[in-house]
């Protein structure tokens, strides 16, 4: 039996390059190959209303923009289920269940919430629902019996808590849930690209990003006020490359075929040749931005031009999350069955059970 692929993302927002680095270019090319039975991607929009339940209109509005996002990145659904959380209550469920398997002192040490509750200036005010955040995302993996999850680094907690979970229920109920493994990007750079300001993430509060959706004028504006080394002020002057977001995102999205196209006088063949240039003084940041918009527009012209096509039948971008979700609730039915029937709660297909409390009140 092949493997099986469980994916996703919150819709609290449109996707960046970031997204694209991290996990939407693997999800295309791991869908091109013959390596699973089955690809679910999640739109999680259920889970995003556990921070945003005073602005739901928040997370309808982007259900569609990530659902454009994926479809323009190329993501396939004759390859791929895509599919809204919310509309397969079963997932809440197997979520309720898991619950009795984790303490809420094990949840609070979960460092990717410590970060999120954190970042999101809960304080004392922490809504229950996103302290169980990793417990729900356990329902999602195993509820389709998902053996690989492409997350990034920061989601690499969330994954161990799913396999703990499996690993408890499976001790106590018989072998009955599937236990994971996480895969990152391949390229180390990909596993957090950095804001356009120089902060370690980012973030659309911070307005830090360039999204997937964004116009060429938005994108080119975006690079040329990127943050690069403050102490690089003069073209002369040598310059750091390390930490320095132009030099990153170059080394996530440039190819020998940007250098090929761009310094057609053979200046730089490779990016390590640029790099050298900048490090030991006498090439200014401009330049090496202007390089970067040349790139990031070659990347992302596509994604604009089947957006475009897609933004034209919002119904049809419906009619596919709608069809997704029907085929994804079979496959979690299937599952709360399962899970249902180890833990004895299946009264309805437990016959035994029945006869033999019949027989007991007989005598």
Do not use: W
């Not at 939407?24 to 791991?30: K, S, Y």
């Not at 040490?109 to 999120?116: A, L």
């Not at 020998?256 to 003084?281: C, Q, S, V």
């Not at 990347?299 to 029907?326: Q, T």
Request: charged residues 30%; proline residues 5%.
């Amino acid at each position: 039996m092949k493997d099986i692929l469980l994916t996703g993302d919150r819709p609290t927002g449109r996707l960046h390059v970031g997204h694209l680095v991290g996990s939407l270019r693997q999800r295309v090319e791991l869908q091109d190959q013959d390596n699973f039975d089955k690809i679910f991607i999640e739109i999680a929009d259920a889970q995003a209303t556990t921070d945003n339940s005073g602005n739901l209109q928040k997370v309808q509005d982007n259900v569609l923009e990530v659902a454009l996002d994926y479809l323009s990145c190329g993501i396939d659904p004759n390859k791929c289920t895509i599919f809204l959380q919310s509309q397969i209550p079963e997932l809440s469920d197997l979520t309720f269940y898991y619950m009795n398997l984790v303490t809420l002192a094990r949840l609070e040490r979960n460092p990717t919430v410590k970060q999120e509750v954190k970042y999101r200036e809960f304080g004392n005010s922490i809504p229950v629902g996103f302290m169980t955040y990793p417990i729900s995302q356990a329902a999602d993996i195993t509820g389709f019996n998902a053996n690989i999850v492409p997350v990034g680094e920061d989601q690499l907690p969330m994954i161990e808590q799913t396999r703990e979970i499996v690993r408890t229920f499976n001790r106590l109920y018989g072998e009955t849930l599937v236990e994971p493994e996480a895969v990152l990007p391949k390229n180390k750079v990909c596993l957090r690209l950095p804001g356009t300001d120089g902060s370690a993430k980012m973030s659309k509060s911070l307005g830090n990003c360039i999204f997937l959706a964004d116009t060429e004028e938005e994108v080119e504006r975006k690079i040329k006020g990127m943050y690069t080394d403050p102490n690089h002020l003069r073209v002369e002057d040598p310059g750091k490359t390390e930490e320095n977001p132009v030099f990153i995102y170059l080394e996530a999205f440039s190819t020998p075929k940007h250098f090929e196209e761009y310094f057609t006088e053979g200046e730089y063949k490779n990016l390590d040749e640029l790099k050298a240039h900048y490090e030991r003084g006498g090439l200014g940041d401009m330049f090496v931005k202007k390089f970067l918009i040349y790139v990031m527009q070659d990347i992302l012209e596509p994604i604009r031009k089947r957006r475009k096509e897609l933004e034209k039948d919002i119904p049809g971008v419906y009619k596919i999350l709608f069809e997704g979700s029907d085929k994804a609730r079979k496959e979690v039915q299937e599952t709360l069955k399962k899970v249902k029937s180890a833990m004895g709660l299946d009264y309805r297909n437990n016959q035994e059970l029945i006869n033999s409390q019949q027989e007991k009140y007989n005598n």
